[in-house]
C-alpha cells in the first residue's frame, strides 16, 4: 500500500517534534511552551498532526484533562525523529508571513539579480506567488529604505545602503525564530539553533555561519565597558548584528559613513572601537572605521535594562536624558496635556520615562535605524485619540529636530501617554459589589470571605444571603452573586464556588471582572465619540463675572455649577485649588484661557464641564497674564472627555475665538461663539496624513 504523504507546515512541524521529544504525556500548555506557538495555534494544528502521526502507523491520543500522548517505543520515536529531519524545507507548506520572509532572506541574502523562477525555487514557491508577493514585500522592505528592482530579462533584487539591508536581514531572522528563541540568544542558546528542526534549512546554514556563540563572549565585553546591561531583546539585535556585520565585510561589503558627527565624541563609540579592533585580530579581517560608528549608533539606540527598580513616580534609573531629549519630552506631554487630561503635564514619571525612550528614538530616527513596534496594530485600535495626540505632538517636534519618527515608534510614545492616563485614573477605579449566597455556615462564609478579599483587591461584599439568597434583593446595587450553593439570581450572573476559591474558581471571577471593564470600556467609546464640549457645557454652567475677584475666589465660582448639579463634590474644588498652590497655573492653554482639573478620585461623579467668563480677566499668578475664560473639567475616566478635550484645543488655537467669547454676556452667546467656531475651519490638531493610514 502506498504511504499517503501529507504535506506539513513549520508550525505544524513544530508541534511535531516538541511532541516526539517529550517522553511522557504533554499538556497543550506545555506543547505551547516548548513548540513558540499559542495554545489557539496548536488546536487548530492538531487535525494535519494526528493525520502525520497516523500516516506512519502511529495512534496520537489527545482529550481534555488528559494531555497529548503518542503510544510510541524509543525505538519509533527515533524512526519518527529521521523523516521529520529528512523532510526537505520545499516540501513543507508556509504560511502566507512564513513565504514572505523565505523570499525576503533569499533576496537580502543575494549580491546579484535573480530570476523570479531561480528566487520561487530556492524558496519553496511558485513564480506566480512570488509576484503575488512582490507588493507586500515592498511595504515590509519600506522601513529600511530598500526598494525591489525588477528589470526585464535580468530578474529581481535589492537597492538600498549596506547597513539598512543588514538590519532588514536582523530583523528577518528575529521574526522567524520568534520571542523565545530570539531572547534565548541572549541567554547563550544561540548553539541550540543551528540543530533546531522546527526552523527551516535555510535560516538553520545561515545561523551556522554566523558562528553566534563566538559572538557571544564580545557581547559581555561591550556590557562591562559601558557598564550596563542590555535587555534581552536588544542583546540579542546588538550580537546578531555584529555577526551579520562581520560575515559581509569578508564578503567585501562595507557601510557607508554616518552623517551625523555626535556619535565619535560618545562613549559608545570607544567601546565599539575596541571590540571592533579586537574582532579584526581575531578574525584576520580588516574591519574599515566606518562601521564602528554604525556599531555605535545602534548602541546608543538600544534599550538598556535599569540599574534600580522603580520609586514613587520617579524613574529611578542611573541613566539620565540630555537636555534636547528631555526638552522634547516636556514639549510632547504639554501639547497632548491640552487635548487629552491637565494632570499629564506634571507627571514626573511620564516626562521622565519618556525622555529616556526618547534619547533612544532620535539616535535611531537620526542614524537611520529602524525599529519595530510588535503592538502598533493594537495600540492604534485601544488608543485611537491619544495615538491621535501623539501624532500632533511628534509632528510639530519634528520640524524643529530635523528628523523624522517612524509609525513604530509612534506607537511606543502612545503607550507612555497611556500609561500616565492609566495612572491618572487607577483611584478612580471602584470595587465590584458583590453578594455572597452561602450555605449559613459561618466558618464557609468566613474562610470564603478571606480567600475573596486576599485574591481580589476589587471585590466588594454588599450582602451574605441565607440559605435561599434573601438578601439579593436588599442589595439593588450589586452585579454579581458568588454562590457556594446552587442559586439562580433572576436578574444577576452566578458564579458557584467552593470555600477554598481554587485556582479555575479565581480564574473565572478574574474572567467576569475583565467582561465587566470590557464592556464599560466600549460604553464609554460610543459615549465620548458623541459627548462633545457643546453638549456638556450646559448653559447653566456658564457663569459670568465683572467684579474684581482674586484667583482662590474665582475656582469656587467657576466649579460652583457642577457642584450644585452634583457633578463633582466640594472636595473636587478644593483638589483643584491644591493643585494650583503647589504647580501654579501651568495649564494655561492659550492667553487668556486656562483649564481647571484635579484627579477623577478627588470627587468627580460625572463627566461635566463649567465655563467662567470674566470681563476684565483674573490673575492667576506667574506670567500667564490675566485670564478671561476659566473653563472646569470633571473627567471620569481617561477616554469619555477626549472629544471635548480635543475641541476646546482646537477652539482656542483659531483668531478671534478668545476674543469673542470674552465679548460674550449670556450663556447662548458663549455656546454660539464655540457652536460657530467649532464649524468654520478643519479642526488644528489633524494628525500628519500618514499617521492614519493602514499597515499591514
Request: with cysteine; aromatic share 6%; charged share 20%.
Amino acid at each position: 500500500m502506498t504511504r499517503i504523504t501529507v504535506a506539513l507546515t513549520l508550525r505544524q512541524r513544530a508541534i511535531i517534534l516538541a511532541i516526539l521529544q517529550s517522553t511522557e504525556r504533554v499538556t497543550h500548555e506545555r506543547l505551547a511552551c516548548t513548540s513558540n506557538l499559542s495554545i489557539r495555534v496548536i488546536r487548530y494544528n492538531m487535525g494535519a498532526v494526528r493525520a502525520w502521526f497516523a500516516s506512519h502507523d502511529v495512534r496520537l491520543t489527545s482529550r481534555s484533562g488528559y494531555g497529548i500522548e503518542i503510544d510510541a517505543s524509543k525505538r519509533v520515536r527515533r524512526q519518527l525523529l529521521s523523516a521529520l529531519a529528512r523532510a526537505v524545507d520545499q516540501d513543507l507548506a508556509l504560511t502566507g508571513a512564513q513565504r514572505r520572509r523565505a523570499f525576503l532572506f533569499e533576496l537580502l541574502c543575494s549580491d546579484t539579480p535573480t530570476s523570479f523562477q531561480n528566487l520561487a525555487v530556492r524558496a519553496g514557491s511558485s513564480r506566480s506567488t512570488l509576484i503575488h508577493d512582490v507588493g507586500r514585500m515592498q511595504e515590509w522592505l519600506d522601513r529600511y529604505r530598500i526598494h525591489i528592482l525588477r528589470r526585464p530579462k535580468r530578474g529581481i533584487s535589492l537597492e538600498g545602503q549596506e547597513h539598512m539591508r543588514r538590519f532588514a536581514l536582523l530583523d528577518v531572522l528575529r521574526e522567524e525564530l520568534g520571542e523565545e528563541k530570539w531572547t534565548g540568544i541572549a541567554a547563550g542558546h544561540a548553539e541550540n539553533l543551528t540543530q533546531d528542526k522546527s526552523l527551516p534549512g535555510h535560516i538553520r546554514h545561515y545561523l551556522a555561519r554566523l558562528d553566534l556563540p563566538f559572538f557571544g563572549q564580545m557581547m559581555i565585553k561591550i556590557e562591562n565597558n559601558i557598564g550596563h546591561r542590555l535587555t534581552p531583546n536588544s542583546h540579542a539585535g546588538i550580537l546578531v548584528y555584529v555577526a551579520i556585520m562581520a560575515l559581509a565585510v569578508r564578503q567585501g561589503k562595507v557601510s557607508s559613513g554616518l552623517s551625523s558627527d555626535r556619535v565619535v565624541q560618545t562613549q559608545e563609540y570607544e567601546v565599539s572601537k575596541i571590540l571592533l579592533r579586537d574582532l579584526a585580530r581575531l578574525l584576520s579581517i580588516e574591519i574599515p572605521r566606518p562601521e564602528a560608528a554604525r556599531l555605535a549608533a545602534f548602541l546608543l539606540g538600544s534599550e538598556w535594562e535599569m540599574s534600580n527598580p522603580p520609586k514613587g513616580d520617579e524613574q529611578a534609573s542611573s541613566e539620565q536624558p540630555s537636555p534636547e531629549a528631555l526638552s522634547s519630552s516636556q514639549e510632547i506631554v504639554s501639547t497632548c496635556a491640552s487635548q487629552l487630561h491637565p494632570l499629564l503635564q506634571i507627571d514626573r514619571e511620564l516626562v521622565s520615562g519618556l525622555a529616556l525612550h526618547l534619547e533612544r528614538a532620535m539616535h535611531r530616527s537620526r542614524h537611520g535605524i529602524p525599529v519595530e513596534n510588535p503592538l502598533l496594530g493594537q495600540v492604534r485600535a485601544r488608543y485611537a485619540e491619544i495615538y491621535r495626540s501623539a501624532a500632533y505632538s511628534v509632528g510639530k517636534l519634528e520640524g524643529q529636530l530635523g528628523l523624522q519618527f517612524s509609525d513604530d515608534e509612534l506607537g511606543y510614545i502612545t503607550m507612555y501617554l497611556a500609561a500616565g492616563l492609566e495612572r491618572i485614573g487607577t483611584n478612580r477605579r471602584l470595587a465590584r459589589p458583590v453578594i455572597l449566597a452561602t450555605d449559613g455556615n459561618r466558618a464557609t462564609v468566613t474562610l470564603l470571605k478571606s480567600r475573596l478579599g486576599y485574591e481580589f483587591s476589587n471585590l466588594e461584599i454588599v450582602g451574605v444571603s441565607d440559605p435561599i439568597g434573601a438578601a439579593a434583593a436588599e442589595s439593588p446595587h450589586a452585579e454579581l452573586v458568588i454562590a457556594l450553593v446552587p442559586y439562580q439570581h433572576p436578574n444577576l450572573p452566578t458564579i458557584r464556588v467552593g470555600p477554598f476559591l481554587t485556582g479555575e474558581e479565581v480564574k473565572g471571577i478574574r474572567n467576569w471582572l475583565a467582561s465587566k471593564e470590557a464592556e464599560e470600556r466600549r460604553a464609554a467609546l460610543s459615549q465620548h465619540a458623541k459627548l462633545g464640549i457643546v453638549e456638556l457645557l450646559e448653559p447653566s454652567n456658564i457663569v459670568f463675572l465683572s467684579s474684581s475677584i482674586d484667583w482662590r475666589n474665582a475656582v469656587p465660582i467657576a466649579a460652583q455649577p457642577l457642584v450644585d448639579g452634583g457633578k463633582i463634590a466640594p472636595t473636587y474644588v478644593q483638589a483643584m485649588i491644591q493643585i494650583l498652590e503647589e504647580f501654579g497655573p501651568y495649564m494655561i492653554l492659550a492667553p487668556g484661557v486656562i483649564l481647571l482639573h484635579a484627579k477623577p478620585s478627588d470627587g468627580v461623579n460625572s463627566l461635566c464641564f463649567s465655563l467662567l467668563v470674566h470681563r476684565d480677566g483674573i490673575d492667576f499668578g506667574g506670567t500667564s497674564g490675566r485670564v478671561y475664560a476659566v473653563f472646569v473639567l470633571g473627567a471620569v475616566d481617561n477616554q469619555s472627555h477626549l472629544t471635548a478635550l480635543f475641541q476646546l484645543s482646537d477652539l482656542i488655537q483659531k483668531p478671534g475665538f478668545v476674543r469673542k467669547l470674552r465679548q460674550a454676556t449670556h450663556a447662548a452667546d458663549a455656546l454660539r461663539a464655540i457652536w460657530s467656531y467649532l464649524t468654520t475651519t478643519a479642526p488644528v490638531s489633524a494628525p500628519r496624513s500618514r499617521a492614519l493610514e493602514g499597515h499591514p
